[in-house]
């Protein structure tokens, strides 16, 4: 019988637990421990095998209390792993015997010896597995080459065999995409990537050009509209989908008539308050379209196959950030509801990159958006509670969620007929949730090489603006050093070394932002050179990989090893944009950038 050896050797940190409190902020001391290891006999010679045992050190002390989506609080702190020895199947019928057990913890005291590196505890011919327990992940050490034959131990915990950096590399780049702009229109490039923690994802993203006739261009010959939208889905991935579908055809109607009402004014143009309110009502209609229309429809039909189709965007929900250019204005507008984020860089005076927010996470934690429902419900002291709404959902302005928009009778109604939610009992004056954005507008320098970051929240939960600032302009500086030097690169680069970024004040403001949790979770430390790394050609997915871990393989190979509905503790959906700003030749066409795109063959340019 062929066996593998499973060895944890590195502790992996542990997910949210509702029964710490938040004042807990004492760590764990990092610790040397004796392991014994649990042994697969054979059946021919049962004595002749004497239980091993192994060291493992501790090389991580990390706590902290926060707040996650669906977790109320969290603690991190180290956890030293378990040593395990699975069968690998065979040519013969024997079996593990799960009798003989030889197990030994013994506390030591605190040894912390950062420069022990877990990947040498595995030698060339092994093979990495991670463990999945109720509240915590191990990694540790495959040896053999067969394939585990069993992927739950007699614990409950799942193993499985962690990705090699090819792999994780492979899955990293599955979804992205990159396009070159050659439009003359003030882009020059936009890159996107997607990675699935829900399955199926439930974040969507689209993109857009529409070019306009002359009318509508002012005073230039032509002008194009240019859109890009990253959609976060919640409690399924309909909605996300529904936006993906219709969200830049309603607002680009809404503009159009905007438009062309002010070809009958002096300016032939219209106000920026009457663009913005075009764009707030293609966001409402659209959500009232969902919510309320919707359930005419089913009423009528009175059909549980149309219930089906038609309330499932209405039942999930999800935030919207969308982003429109007006190369003629040279004006970006950023709509967002929800918690999803754009982020400008910009060249700074000093020659670093600066970043600045152009959207604000709406959430219930966000005490602007705490005072407006407060205000709009007054004498409900539950209308925002532990930061979410109702005590329930934590954007406070989001697509779908009908539950919080719906009266109690027709929630009732529909349950009753066809299928749907409970409403809350707190439920007494909805909607409570709204689709309105909160749109700002940004003056473009496309000769400064402007570039924006558009994200849905499970990006910022691992990075801070300025890094993800900071990350984008260290890749410049990556690409113009290569071949193609001279080519769209070339117009941002400054041939600066590090993390090229101005850092903020360091103060907490109290607008709302996130910070990166995840950071306390996984227990991040070092500075940037430990930390990040330039190794992909979409910008896009250098952020994602810098997010999941950057330089610590290991980090990135389980993060990205876990499967759904595990990966849903650490990670959350990632959809990523970076739009590139800047003067280029103008051919006219939107071409794929194949050294950035997956299937390249099979990616369409959105124009």
């Not at 060895?7 to 392991?35: C, D, E, Q």
């Not at 585990?148 to 990705?163: F, H, N, Q, W």
């Not at 919207?320 to 754009?342: E, H, I, M, P, Q």
């Amino acid at each position: 019988m062929r066996r593998a050896a499973v060895i944890a050797f590195r502790t992996a940190r542990l997910v949210p637990s509702r029964s710490v409190g938040l004042r807990n902020r004492a760590g764990f001391p990092a610790s040397n421990y004796g392991l014994g290891v649990r042994l697969a006999s054979t059946r021919s010679s049962p004595a002749s095998v004497q239980p091993p045992s192994s060291k493992v050190i501790s090389t991580h002390k990390a706590s902290s209390s926060m707040y996650l989506r669906r977790f109320s609080v969290a603690f991190v702190s180290s956890l030293v792993g378990y040593g395990a020895w699975y069968a690998y199947k065979g040519n013969g019928t024997d079996s593990i015997n799960g009798g003989q057990q030889a197990s030994e913890f013994s506390s030591s005291a605190i040894y912390s010896n950062p420069t022990t590196n877990a990947e040498s505890v595995v030698t060339e011919n092994e093979r990495k597995a991670i463990i999945i327990g109720a509240d915590s992940i191990y990694t540790g050490a495959i040896q053999g080459n067969e394939p585990i034959s069993k992927d739950t131990d007699d614990a409950g915990r799942k193993v499985l065999e962690m990705l090699t950096p090819e792999q994780a590399t492979q899955k990293l780049r599955r979804n992205e995409e990159s396009y070159f702009v050659g439009r003359g229109k003030g882009v020059v490039r936009y890159d996107v990537v997607q990675i699935p923690s829900n399955d199926p994802i439930e974040d969507d993203h689209s993109e857009k050009i529409i070019e306009l006739p002359t009318a509508h261009a002012g005073v230039a010959p032509t002008s194009d509209w240019m859109f890009w939208g990253v959609f976060d889905g919640h409690a399924g991935w309909t909605t996300s989908a529904k936006l993906r579908q219709v969200l830049i055809s309603f607002v680009a109607r809404e503009l159009n008539t905007t438009y062309t009402a002010a070809l009958k004014t002096p300016s032939l143009l219209p106000s920026p308050e009457a663009i913005e309110e075009a764009i707030k009502t293609g966001f409402t209609r659209l959500d009232y379209e969902i919510v309320h229309e919707s359930v005419s429809k089913v009423l009528k039909a009175n059909s549980k196959l149309v219930a089906a189709e038609l309330l499932a965007p209405a039942l999930s929900g999800s935030c919207a950030l969308l982003s429109f250019y007006d190369s003629n204005s040279k004006l970006l507008r950023v709509a967002c509801t929800g918690d999803s984020r754009a982020v400008l860089g910009r060249r700074g005076e000093k020659g670093k990159w600066v970043a600045t927010p152009l959207s604000v996470d709406q959430t219930g934690g966000n005490p602007d958006e705490a005072a407006r429902l407060r205000k709009a419900h007054p004498g409900e002291d539950n209308v925002v509670r532990n930061g979410r709404i109702l005590g329930g959902l934590e954007p406070s302005r989001a697509f779908g969620d009908a539950s919080y928009k719906w009266t109690r009778e027709v929630s009732e109604r529909l349950k009753q007929s066809f299928f749907g939610r409970t409403p809350s009992q707190l439920l007494k004056t909805p909607p409570y949730v709204t689709a309105e954005p909160v749109v700002t507008t940004t003056k473009i320098n496309p000769t400064k090489g402007d570039f924006v970051v558009m994200a849905t929240d499970g990006l910022w939960e691992m990075l801070t603006n300025e890094e993800v600032v900071g990350l984008v302009g260290q890749w410049i500086e990556k690409q113009s050093e290569g071949e193609n030097g001279k080519s769209w690169a070339s117009l941002f680069s400054s041939q600066q070394k590090g993390l090229p970024v101005e850092q903020g004040s360091g103060k907490k403001e109290k607008d709302g932002q996130k910070t990166p949790i995840r950071q306390q979770q996984w227990g991040v430390t070092g500075g940037e050179k430990e930390r990040f790394v330039v190794e992909d050609k979409n910008a896009a997915t250098h952020l994602v990989r810098n997010a999941l871990g950057g330089k610590d393989k290991d980090m990135v190979c389980a993060l990205l090893t876990l499967p759904a509905p595990y990966s849903r503790r650490y990670r959350d959906d990632l959809t990523v944009e970076v739009i590139f700003f800047g003067n280029s030749d103008k051919s006219g066409d939107v071409v794929v950038n194949k050294e950035a795109s997956a299937l390249a063959n099979e990616v369409k340019a959105k124009l």
